[in-house]
Protein backbone atom coordinates (compact mmCIF):
# COMPACT_ATOMS: atom_id res chain seq x y z
CA UNK A 1 0.00 0.00 0.00
CA UNK A 2 1.30 2.81 -0.63
CA UNK A 3 2.17 6.27 1.93
CA UNK A 4 -0.62 8.49 0.22
CA UNK A 5 -3.22 6.13 -0.24
CA UNK A 6 -2.44 5.40 3.52
CA UNK A 7 -2.14 8.98 4.84
CA UNK A 8 -5.54 9.61 2.57
CA UNK A 9 -7.54 6.79 4.45
CA UNK A 10 -6.58 8.02 7.77
CA UNK A 11 -7.51 11.70 6.82
CA UNK A 12 -10.97 10.31 5.36
CA UNK A 13 -11.42 8.07 8.41
CA UNK A 14 -10.43 11.21 11.00
CA UNK A 15 -13.02 13.38 8.94
CA UNK A 16 -15.47 11.23 8.74
CA UNK A 17 -15.02 10.35 12.74
CA UNK A 18 -15.28 14.01 13.53
CA UNK A 19 -18.74 14.65 11.59
CA UNK A 20 -19.98 11.97 13.12
CA UNK A 21 -18.97 12.89 17.15
CA UNK A 22 -19.94 16.53 16.74
CA UNK A 23 -23.63 15.66 15.44
CA UNK A 24 -26.09 18.59 14.98
CA UNK A 25 -26.33 19.17 18.71
CA UNK A 26 -23.49 21.97 18.56
CA UNK A 27 -23.92 23.66 14.94
CA UNK A 28 -25.63 26.89 14.93
CA UNK A 29 -28.50 27.22 13.19
CA UNK A 30 -29.06 30.59 11.41
CA UNK A 31 -32.93 31.59 12.31
CA UNK A 32 -34.92 34.40 11.45
CA UNK A 33 -37.08 36.12 14.14
CA UNK A 34 -40.68 36.18 13.56
CA UNK A 35 -42.76 38.62 14.56
CA UNK A 36 -45.28 37.18 17.31
CA UNK A 37 -48.61 38.31 16.73
CA UNK A 38 -51.13 39.03 19.77
CA UNK A 39 -54.34 37.49 20.85
CA UNK A 40 -55.81 41.31 20.43
CA UNK A 41 -54.60 40.95 16.71
CA UNK A 42 -55.45 37.64 16.03
CA UNK A 43 -59.02 38.86 17.21
CA UNK A 44 -59.48 41.93 15.28
CA UNK A 45 -58.27 39.78 12.13
CA UNK A 46 -61.32 39.09 9.82
CA UNK A 47 -61.10 36.03 7.76
CA UNK A 48 -64.09 36.73 4.94
CA UNK A 49 -61.94 40.07 4.74
CA UNK A 50 -58.34 38.86 4.11
CA UNK A 51 -60.09 36.26 1.30
CA UNK A 52 -61.84 39.57 -0.37
CA UNK A 53 -58.38 41.01 -0.35
CA UNK A 54 -56.64 38.31 -1.68
CA UNK A 55 -58.67 37.95 -4.41
CA UNK A 56 -59.05 41.51 -4.96
CA UNK A 57 -55.27 42.04 -5.19
CA UNK A 58 -53.43 42.30 -8.42
CA UNK A 59 -52.24 38.90 -9.97
CA UNK A 60 -48.25 38.16 -10.12
CA UNK A 61 -46.88 38.83 -12.96
CA UNK A 62 -45.32 35.00 -13.82
CA UNK A 63 -43.15 35.35 -17.04
CA UNK A 64 -43.81 31.81 -18.24
CA UNK A 65 -48.05 32.55 -18.60
CA UNK A 66 -49.59 33.08 -21.80
CA UNK A 67 -52.89 32.72 -20.60
CA UNK A 68 -53.42 36.47 -19.91
CA UNK A 69 -55.12 38.03 -23.36
CA UNK A 70 -53.06 40.96 -24.28
CA UNK A 71 -55.46 43.18 -27.23
CA UNK A 72 -54.07 42.82 -31.09
CA UNK A 73 -54.42 47.46 -30.81
CA UNK A 74 -51.36 46.77 -28.41
CA UNK A 75 -49.12 45.12 -30.28
CA UNK A 76 -49.70 47.29 -33.29
CA UNK A 77 -48.86 50.12 -31.01
CA UNK A 78 -45.71 48.57 -29.91
CA UNK A 79 -45.13 47.82 -33.87
CA UNK A 80 -45.24 51.78 -34.82
CA UNK A 81 -43.16 52.96 -31.56
CA UNK A 82 -40.19 54.51 -31.16
CA UNK A 83 -39.08 51.52 -28.23
CA UNK A 84 -38.86 48.74 -30.89
CA UNK A 85 -36.97 50.69 -33.58
CA UNK A 86 -34.45 51.13 -31.14
CA UNK A 87 -34.50 47.85 -30.34
CA UNK A 88 -35.03 46.15 -33.75
CA UNK A 89 -33.71 48.75 -35.75
CA UNK A 90 -35.55 47.86 -38.71
CA UNK A 91 -35.11 44.03 -39.04
CA UNK A 92 -37.28 41.37 -38.10
CA UNK A 93 -38.35 40.39 -34.72
CA UNK A 94 -36.35 37.09 -35.06
CA UNK A 95 -33.12 38.02 -36.76
CA UNK A 96 -31.23 38.35 -33.88
CA UNK A 97 -31.82 34.98 -31.97
CA UNK A 98 -30.54 31.06 -32.98
CA UNK A 99 -32.07 28.19 -32.81
CA UNK A 100 -30.56 25.74 -29.67
CA UNK A 101 -30.03 22.56 -30.39
CA UNK A 102 -28.33 19.54 -29.00
CA UNK A 103 -25.66 18.51 -31.86
CA UNK A 104 -24.21 19.35 -34.74
CA UNK A 105 -27.03 19.26 -36.96
CA UNK A 106 -29.93 20.66 -36.26
CA UNK A 107 -33.67 18.45 -36.06
CA UNK A 108 -35.68 18.30 -38.99
CA UNK A 109 -38.88 18.75 -37.62
CA UNK A 110 -39.20 22.22 -35.24
CA UNK A 111 -41.48 22.16 -32.52
CA UNK A 112 -45.01 22.43 -33.12
CA UNK A 113 -45.39 24.98 -29.90
CA UNK A 114 -43.21 26.40 -27.50
CA UNK A 115 -46.62 27.31 -25.10
CA UNK A 116 -48.15 24.13 -23.01
CA UNK A 117 -51.17 24.37 -20.60
CA UNK A 118 -51.12 28.81 -20.80
CA UNK A 119 -47.33 28.55 -19.58
CA UNK A 120 -43.86 28.71 -21.94
CA UNK A 121 -42.78 24.97 -21.80
CA UNK A 122 -39.00 25.23 -23.14
CA UNK A 123 -35.73 26.83 -21.86
CA UNK A 124 -35.31 28.92 -25.14
CA UNK A 125 -38.84 29.63 -26.84
CA UNK A 126 -39.05 31.05 -30.42
CA UNK A 127 -39.16 34.65 -30.48
CA UNK A 128 -43.16 34.90 -31.71
CA UNK A 129 -43.92 32.43 -28.23
CA UNK A 130 -41.84 34.64 -26.16
Known amino acids: MSL ?19 GTSHRSFAVSSLRASTEKEAVEEDPAATEGEAKSAAPVDDPKDRTRVIPVETSIRYLASEAYQQTYQGEPVWKNYRRNHKGLYPPKQTRKTCVRKGKLSTGNPCPVCR
Open 4 to 22: LRALGSELFAAYRQGLTAS
